[in-house]
C-alpha cells in the first residue's frame, strides 16, 4: 500500500518539516483520499502532546471513525516521540521511564489496529557506540513481550552503516523486530542500496520514500542522490509486499493535496 506521512497533507505547523498537525489531523483523511493514497502513518511526537487523539479512548474511535469513512488505514505510528526522549545517552532511570511509555504506545496501537511502530535511531538519538547500541538492545529486549501482546512490529530507523546495522540486528534476532528503510537517510550518508540489502534485506518491513542529498537535505523526488531504481530492485528482488510512506520534501504552501497526488504517481511507475 502506498502511504504518506501524517501532516505532509497539510501546511506545515510553525515552520516544522515533520510534526503532528494538532488542529488539522482530521482534515488530512479526506486529503489522503484525494490524493489517490491508501494510508497515513500516524506521528506521535512531543510537539502533538495533549492534542493527539491517540491519547483518549474517544480520539482513538475518532481516527477509527475517520478512517473507515474515508478508506484510509492507520496501521503504523512513527514515534517521533523518543527522539526528545531517547533511549541512548539516557540514565537508567530515564530508560526506564521511557520504556514504560513505550509499552503504553504498544497498547494504544492495539487498540487502533496498527500493526508496526517506527521507532527513530537518527539525529538526536543516533546509535553512536557499543554502549547506544547496548542500549538500544536492552530496550528492545525489555519491549519484546509488550509488543509480541499487542501484535505490533517494531521496526528500527537508524543511520547505522549496513554493516553495523546487520550486526544489531543479529543480536535482536526476533522476528519482531525488523527494519524500516529510508531512501533518502540512506543516499545522503552515502550507503549504497544493493550493499544495504545484501546486509539486512530479509528484515526490511517498512519504507519511508524521499530523496536527499549526498550530506544534505531533503529535495524533491528524483532531484537528489537516492537511487530510487536501485531501491526498488532491490526490493523486488526480495518480494517486499509491505507499505511505502511519502514523505518526500514538501511543496509549496496550498498545495499538498496535488503535490502528494504528483508523488504518488512518481513512486507508482516504479511499483508498476
Same mark, same amino acid.
Given at each position: 500500500?502506498?502511504?504518506?506521512?501524517?501532516?505532509?497533507l497539510?501546511?506545515?505547523?510553525?515552520?516544522?518539516?515533520?510534526?503532528?498537525?494538532?488542529?488539522?489531523?482530521a482534515?488530512?483523511?479526506?486529503h489522503?483520499?484525494?490524493?489517490?493514497?491508501?494510508?497515513i502513518?500516524? =506521528?506521535? %511526537?512531543?510537539?502533538? &502532546?495533549?492534542?493527539n487523539?491517540?491519547?483518549?479512548?474517544?480520539?482513538?474511535?475518532?481516527?477509527?471513525?475517520?478512517?473507515?469513512t474515508?478508506? =484510509?488505514?492507520?496501521?503504523s505510528? /512513527?514515534?517521533?516521540?523518543?527522539?526528545?526522549?531517547?533511549?541512548?545517552?539516557?540514565t537508567?532511570?530515564?530508560?526506564?521511564e521511557?520504556?514504560?511509555?513505550?509499552?503504553w504506545?504498544?497498547?494504544?496501537?492495539?487498540?487502533?489496529?496498527?500493526?508496526?511502530?517506527v521507532?527513530?535511531?537518527?539525529?538526536?538519538s543516533?546509535?553512536?557506540?557499543?554502549?547506544?547500541?547496548?542500549?538500544?538492545?536492552?530496550?528492545?529486549e525489555?519491549?519484546?513481550p509488550?509488543?509480541?501482546?499487542?501484535?505490533?512490529?517494531?521496526?528500527?530507523?537508524?543511520s547505522?552503516?549496513p %554493516?553495523?546495522?546487520?550486526?544489531?540486528?543479529?543480536?535482536?534476532?526476533?522476528?519482531?523486530? #525488523?527494519?524500516?528503510?529510508?531512501?533518502?537517510?540512506?543516499?545522503?550518508?552515502?550507503?549504497?542500496?544493493?550493499?544495504?540489502?545484501?546486509?539486512?534485506?530479509?528484515?526490511?518491513?517498512?519504507?519511508?520514500? #524521499?530523496?536527499?542529498? &549526498?550530506?544534505?537535505?531533503?529535495v524533491?523526488?528524483?532531484?537528489?542522490?537516492?537511487?530510487?531504481?536501485?531501491?526498488?530492485? /532491490?526490493?523486488?528482488?526480495?518480494?517486499?509486499?509491505?507499505?511505502?510512506?511519502?514523505?518526500?520534501a514538501?511543496?509549496?504552501?496550498?498545495s499538498?493535496?496535488?503535490?502528494?497526488?504528483?508523488?504518488?504517481?512518481?513512486?507508482e511507475?516504479y511499483?508498476?
Amino acid at each position: 500500500m502506498l502511504g504518506i506521512m501524517q501532516g505532509r497533507l497539510v501546511a506545515p505547523i510553525e515552520g516544522r518539516i515533520q510534526a503532528f498537525p494538532r488542529d488539522y489531523w482530521a482534515d488530512e483523511f479526506p486529503h489522503a483520499a484525494a490524493a489517490g493514497l491508501g494510508a497515513i502513518e500516524w =506521528i506521535y %511526537d512531543t510537539y502533538g &502532546l495533549g492534542a493527539n487523539p491517540i491519547e483518549s479512548a474517544s480520539g482513538i474511535e475518532r481516527i477509527r471513525q475517520l478512517s473507515r469513512t474515508h478508506r =484510509i488505514a492507520v496501521r503504523s505510528i /512513527c514515534a517521533d516521540y523518543f527522539m526528545d526522549f531517547t533511549f541512548v545517552r539516557a540514565t537508567e532511570a530515564e530508560r526506564t521511564e521511557r520504556i514504560a511509555h513505550l509499552r503504553w504506545l504498544l497498547e494504544v496501537a492495539q487498540q487502533l489496529g496498527v500493526t508496526r511502530m517506527v521507532l527513530p535511531f537518527v539525529d538526536s538519538s543516533e546509535i553512536r557506540d557499543d554502549a547506544d547500541r547496548d542500549a538500544v538492545i536492552d530496550a528492545l529486549e525489555q519491549m519484546l513481550p509488550a509488543a509480541a501482546a499487542a501484535g505490533v512490529e517494531l521496526h528500527l530507523e537508524t543511520s547505522l552503516d549496513p %554493516d553495523a546495522f546487520a550486526l544489531l540486528l543479529e543480536r535482536i534476532p526476533h522476528p519482531l523486530v #525488523k527494519v524500516n528503510y529510508d531512501s533518502g537517510n540512506s543516499s545522503s550518508l552515502g550507503y549504497r542500496p544493493a550493499n544495504e540489502f545484501a546486509a539486512y534485506g530479509n528484515r526490511v518491513g517498512s519504507v519511508h520514500i #524521499k530523496d536527499r542529498l &549526498l550530506h544534505g537535505t531533503t529535495v524533491p523526488l528524483g532531484q537528489g542522490d537516492s537511487d530510487l531504481n536501485e531501491v526498488f530492485r /532491490c526490493l523486488r528482488s526480495l518480494d517486499y509486499a509491505g507499505d511505502y510512506i511519502l514523505q518526500v520534501a514538501r511543496g509549496a504552501v496550498g498545495s499538498e493535496v496535488s503535490w502528494a497526488s504528483r508523488n504518488r504517481a512518481y513512486v507508482e511507475r516504479y511499483l508498476n
